[in-house]
């Protein structure tokens, strides 16, 4: 694991013991994962009576969940950090401020800069920060509710990663990987159930390696197969896949559970192998390919999502171009596109990061633009089709859902669709979501 839980300012001054519920307020940013974490230590919160608030000023304990994947997420965190540190230190009101997530790296650096911060814990490091808590408060008992659950939940399978892709300062604040027991993802994923949940996402940086750690020879497909066993869901999904590890296995076993949602998340990150060998992916171009279409010829019509990074050190006109040829080829459903951001603390931070700004954000808005045509027409082709979506909940007067394929889809009905599969025909379609009209059994 990271560098654990933190520094603790001053665990030596209990607070008062009072009768009014204490507050939080939960600030989070980044993946799945980190959203994970702040539902779980919500809930956790919740169970000991501690209220949410929505603003900070009405809160006891301010809590952010960090991200610090490129630089514009750091400042963001940064920016919020600062806002918070005068409430932190109001002698009217002295609240307890906690941070956690991947700016945790060196937490004696990090107390130095941030002084009125209570506590420091590793990414993930949700019991770390309960503990604290409990220490300051007591450990109240536990009779808060139960918080209610979401449609669709994320439940975390591992930790951490083995790689060390070169850009990347995830797996140093992450750590290696720490694949849960079966048992204990299958205690999350039955208690979100039975509370409502009809999807589950299983979460890793790497889910394709679950288990490598483990000495019981469970892999991802034994895990998906058990999960799937669990009665009142409805669909399962896994991220993020890697394309080293993708094994057939895994892909049979996509393809044989019935509610293994036909949706990957599979990152390329680049289109050129010089490009790939200097991020350390571990595979080339030819061996992605060969993965999608194994996943394509066990699963007709998959959707495939990735990730992009553009303007990576040293990468030239011509290896940019291949990553627009691969997208041309491969048709992906989904790009999901960021511009290098140098993280200190990487391998490749100690290289010129030596494609220009403007550079970057032009072959950013060339492969937006692309994407963005190319899931255009993946979207007009179900056009008049009749798909079946899950409704998770209702926006703007509309409800919304999405299909197996991942794709948003909004509708309007009178009736209560929450947590239901819907037959929806479709009417419209942009690139970004569709809109339907619900089929309902009296054929109308
Ligand atoms: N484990 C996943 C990635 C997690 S980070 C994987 O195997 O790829 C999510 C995405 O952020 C990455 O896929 C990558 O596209 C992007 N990213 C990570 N580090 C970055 C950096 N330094 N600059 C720009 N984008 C980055």
Redesign the pocket.
């Known amino acids: 694991m990271p560098p654990s839980a933190g520094i603790d300012a001053d665990a030596t001054t209990g607070d008062p013991p009072t009768d009014a519920a204490r507050r939080y307020y939960l600030w989070t940013i980044g993946?799945q994962m980190n959203q994970a974490d702040s539902r779980r230590l919500a809930e956790a919160l919740e169970a000991r009576g501690y209220a949410a608030s929505r603003r900070p000023e009405d809160a006891d304990v301010l809590i952010l969940n960090t991200c610090v994947?490129?630089q514009s997420a750091e400042d963001k965190v940064v920016g919020r950090l600062s806002s918070l540190e005068p409430l932190a230190r109001d002698p009217e009101h002295r609240r307890i401020l906690l941070v956690m997530g991947c700016i945790v790296g060196d937490a004696v650096e990090l107390s130095a800069r941030f002084r009125d911060v209570d506590g420091f814990f590793a990414p993930s490091d949700v019991q770390g920060l309960l503990s604290y808590l409990d220490g300051r408060h007591g450990e109240g008992q536990l009779s808060g509710p139960l918080r209610a659950v979401q449609v669709s939940e994320m439940v975390p399978i591992s930790y951490g990663?083995d790689h060390h892709c070169t850009?990347?300062i995830?797996t140093e604040r992450r750590g290696p990987q720490q694949s849960r027991p079966l048992s204990d993802i299958l205690a999350e994923a039955r208690d979100l159930v039975s509370r409502g949940a009809r999807e589950i996402t299983l979460l890793g940086?790497?889910v394709d390696a679950y288990g490598s750690d483990l000495d019981d020879g469970v892999d991802l497909a034994d895990v998906l197969a058990a999960v799937h066993e669990i009665p009142g869901l409805l669909r399962l999904r896994f991220l993020?896949s890697?394309p080293r590890e993708m094994s057939q296995r895994i892909i049979d076993a996509a393809a044989q559970l019935g509610k293994v949602c036909p949706s990957w998340e599979l990152?390329v990150?680049a289109g050129d192998d010089a490009v790939l060998r200097r991020m350390a992916r571990g595979y080339t171009i030819d061996r992605y390919r060969d993965v999608v279409a194994r996943i394509r010829a066990a699963i007709p019509g998959a959707a495939i999502n990735t990730?992009?990074?553009v303007g990576f050190c040293g990468e030239t006109e011509e290896q940019f171009e291949r990553t627009l040829e691969l997208a041309r080829e491969l048709r992906f459903d989904q790009v999901?596109i960021?511009?290098?951001?140098v993280?200190t603390g990487t391998a490749a931070a100690t290289w010129p990061d030596d494609v220009p700004p403007e550079e970057k954000e032009r072959r950013r808005l060339a492969l937006e633009s692309l994407q963005t045509e190319i899931t255009g027409e993946i979207n007009a082709r179900l056009r008049g089709r009749t798909v079946e979506i899950l409704v998770e909940d209702r926006q703007r007067g509309r409800w919304r859902g999405r299909t197996a394929s991942n794709k948003l889809v909004f509708f309007d009905d009178p009736a209560d669709w929450r947590g239901r599969l819907a037959r929806v025909r479709i009417t419209w379609t942009g690139p970004w979501s569709m809109i339907g009209d619900v089929e309902t059994d009296d054929g109308h």
């Not at 960021?338 to 951001?341: C, N, P, V």
């Open positions: 993946c994947v490129r990663c850009y990347c995830i940086q790497n993020t890697h990152p990150q990730d992009i990074i999901h960021a511009a290098y951001s993280r």
